[in-house]
């Protein structure tokens, strides 16, 4: 098998040209083909050339002849042949040496040989100089059509294979994003204009040369090194911010870089895809933001944090005896300044998250296991609660593409949530499974459950479903909103399924690794 | 017991009054100071037992003084107990904890500040 065999099998192909449909048969109509074939009979024997014409013709091939190997090599000179049909034994020129010849002179026209004595020897030495098939005289008009037909269906899936190529040559070129393919000894399969453009290079045809000549950068070429090093067992992208500086610090650029090894059926390495997206803009937006976000918490936190402890100093009697009024008036200030500073912190922490968010690094993630994991976590607490926590068993290996902090962090979440909003007594169970291109995580519980209107924005940030039940339980409203955007990050999905009084049930949908 | 000399240097001034209520109600002598240059300058006077330092400070931050509190004769015999929130908040700043790790600071208390633990270092250091 080869490279570039199995680099279009990565990519889905789309179905055939409708046009080129329904000729599976041996008999079809040559005209809803979507070129003529040319076809040249070489054969000094008047009958079989006329035989071959006629029939052809009918067949709707425009066919030329020749009467030995001489006219035929001139023929062809002045027009491509898609296919010929070559006798091999022929006064003057032989058979074979016409084969060569043409083979060298246009490799991609199919020869069928013909001849009167179909010995093993020369249908082997036919086939050695480049011959497609074989065909023993004396041959019926069915046999002829057989292999006609088969040569076209050959020939057919050659263009199909070039079309697809370049239409996904147009395609990779339109791109915004720089994309490089290498083999897996660092050769450049394929590199757009947009990754040239990004990396710095002038170069414009790079095809073949080694990956370490257009690309200077020795983060990107480490990565390329860490993708075909990985052993067939894991797989995991390979993610990196890497800076381009530009002739001043103004025009450094940053990209953010992914590289994945690309595998054939038996998992062998065969080479690389590279994808650059240029983020600077974002990581400036990005720094800007949290910045201020920075100052703004600094400038809360602090004085807050100050206003604390002159409180703890009023509490406990420095300042002269306090009453008992006035100790539980203290009480409650300090309380509502404290929810005040953990609402800092967790702004502080979503910002944090977001920012991580931009660009991070991937890898292949055992949903099941890491679920586990976080029940186990979990598990005293629920006990703490008299509640029953479980972890169904799943089906088979559940797996993601998908950054493990983050993903901890979403079932951390909804676990903690289920826990705090399930009365005592009540149950949870989280499961995994797979659903079409997606992993699926869920976490069910028997707690309050959520109103239909509520369940939409459940997911804003600082939003707080307030009844008599949860009125009691503390929470800043960011905790889903830090989930969801985690989830969204990951290209997946998360929905709610609730019913008030019955329980919750939130399911995570992550895409699969793509093979 | 002769009473010990503490000098609390924060921008916040009322963290310094918090901070300074606590250990004048343990008995300690306490001065004030509200940045680096201050500090400096009240250090030339009547020296502190102890200094208890913040590093975000504008005029002279915190690792500027505390190498210049060691690296002077008169007042390298000051314990300098640094008050660090640079970790938490901001990252991005030219206060940063790689600064720190070159400073003779003798104790760190992380901000926000646990009082009981900051009293704790304090008498440990000055074997109240």
């Given at each position: 098998?080869?490279?570039?065999?199995?680099?279009?099998?990565?990519?889905?192909?789309?179905?055939?040209?409708?046009?080129?449909?329904?000729?599976?048969?041996?008999?079809?109509n040559v005209d809803e083909i979507f070129f003529q074939p040319r076809v040249m009979v070489i054969d000094d024997e008047e009958r079989i050339r006329d035989a071959c014409d006629r029939m052809l013709t009918e067949d709707?091939?425009?066919?030329?002849?020749?009467?030995?190997?001489?006219?035929?090599?001139?023929?062809?000179?002045?027009?491509?042949?898609?296919?010929?049909?070559?006798?091999?034994?022929?006064?003057?020129?032989?058979?074979f040496e016409v084969l060569t010849r043409v083979k060298s002179l246009h490799p991609d026209t199919v020869i069928i040989v013909i001849t009167g004595y179909a010995t093993i020897e020369h249908s082997i030495e036919a086939m050695k100089k480049g011959a497609f098939d074989f065909l023993p005289k004396p041959f019926s008009p069915e046999d002829l059509r057989l292999v006609v037909r088969k040569a076209i269906e050959f020939i057919r899936t050659l263009q199909d294979i070039s079309t697809e190529?370049?239409?996904?040559r147009v395609l990779i070129n339109l791109l915004a994003d720089g994309v490089l393919t290498t083999d897996n000894q660092k050769k450049v399969a394929l590199a757009n204009p947009a990754f040239l453009k990004m990396i710095g290079s002038t170069r414009t045809n790079v095809q073949g040369c080694p990956a370490d000549e257009i690309v200077t950068d020795s983060a990107l070429l480490e990565m390329i090194d860490q993708a075909l090093g990985q052993p067939s067992g894991s797989f995991s992208e390979i993610t990196e911010e890497i800076?381009?500086?530009?002739?001043?610090?103004?025009?450094?650029?940053?990209?953010?870089?992914?590289?994945?090894?690309?595998?054939?059926?038996l998992g062998r390495n065969l080479g690389t895809v590279t994808v650059l997206n240029d983020i600077t803009t974002l990581k400036h937006l990005d720094q800007v933001k949290s910045d201020f976000v920075s100052m703004v918490a600094h400038e809360i936190k602090s004085p807050l944090n100050s206003v604390l402890m002159l409180l703890d100093n009023v509490k406990s009697g420095l300042a002269g005896e306090v009453n008992d009024k006035q100790a539980e008036i203290l009480g409650r200030v300090t309380e509502r300044i404290k929810s005040?500073?953990?609402?800092?912190?967790?702004?502080?922490?979503?910002?944090?998250?977001?920012?991580?968010?931009?660009?991070?690094?991937?890898?292949?993630?055992?949903?099941?296991?890491?679920?586990?994991?976080?029940?186990?976590?979990?598990?005293?607490?629920?006990?703490?609660?008299?509640?029953?926590?479980?972890?169904?068993?799943?089906?088979?290996?559940?797996?993601?593409?998908?950054?493990?902090?983050?993903?901890?962090?979403v079932m951390a979440n909804l676990i903690s949530n289920a826990i705090r909003y399930t009365p005592e007594g009540g149950q949870i169970r989280i499961s995994a499974g797979v659903e079409d291109n997606f992993a699926v995580f869920s976490v069910a519980d028997t707690g309050f459950g959520i109103d239909a209107e509520e369940?939409?924005?459940?997911?804003?940030?600082?939003?707080?479903?307030?009844?008599?039940?949860?009125?009691?339980?503390?929470?800043?409203?960011?905790?889903?909103?830090?989930?969801?955007?985690?989830?969204?990050?990951?290209?997946?999905?998360?929905?709610?399924?609730?019913?008030?009084?019955?329980?919750s049930t939130f399911r995570v949908y992550l895409p699969r690794m793509q093979m | 017991m002769s009473e010990k000399f503490i000098m609390v240097v924060d921008d916040d001034p009322d963290l310094v009054e918090a901070v300074s209520m606590k250990l004048e109600s343990k008995q300690f002598r306490v001065a004030k100071a509200y940045d680096g240059e201050e500090a400096m300058e009240k250090l030339k006077g009547e020296k502190p037992d102890l200094v208890i330092l913040d590093v975000m400070m504008p005029?002279?931050?915190?690792w500027v003084v505390c190498d210049e509190i060691k690296n002077n004769d008169a007042t390298k015999n000051i314990v300098v107990v640094m008050l660090t929130a640079v970790g938490d908040a901001v990252q991005s700043t030219s206060y940063t904890h790689h600064d720190g790790k070159t400073t003779l600071a003798d104790d760190y208390v992380p901000k926000p500040i646990d009082m009981d633990?900051?009293?704790?270092?304090?008498?440990?250091?000055l074997g109240a």
């Open positions: 098998m080869t490279t570039n065999h199995d680099q279009e099998d990565l990519m889905q192909k789309p179905s055939r040209n409708p046009d080129a449909e329904g000729d599976t048969t041996v008999r079809g709707g091939f425009e066919v030329a002849c020749a009467c030995n190997g001489e006219e035929g090599l001139q023929l062809i000179q002045e027009a491509h042949f898609d296919i010929i049909l070559l006798d091999l034994m022929m006064a003057g020129l032989s058979g190529k370049s239409r996904m800076r381009i500086s530009g002739d001043s610090q103004d025009k450094e650029t940053i990209l953010g870089a992914t590289c994945i090894p690309f595998r054939d059926r005040l500073t953990s609402l800092s912190s967790e702004l502080l922490d979503l910002a944090k998250i977001e920012s991580g968010l931009i660009h991070q690094e991937r890898e292949e993630v055992d949903i099941a296991a890491l679920m586990e994991e976080q029940a186990d976590l979990y598990r005293p607490k629920a006990e703490s609660r008299s509640i029953d926590l479980k972890v169904l068993p799943a089906d088979g290996p559940v797996s993601a593409m998908g950054n493990r902090t983050n993903l901890c962090e369940q939409e924005r459940i997911f804003q940030r600082f939003y707080r479903v307030k009844t008599e039940q949860t009125r009691p339980i503390s929470g800043t409203g960011l905790g889903l909103a830090i989930v969801k955007s985690i989830v969204e990050a990951h290209h997946g999905r998360i929905q709610v399924d609730s019913q008030p009084g019955q329980g | 005029r002279k931050n915190g633990k900051l009293m704790e270092i304090v008498d440990d250091h």
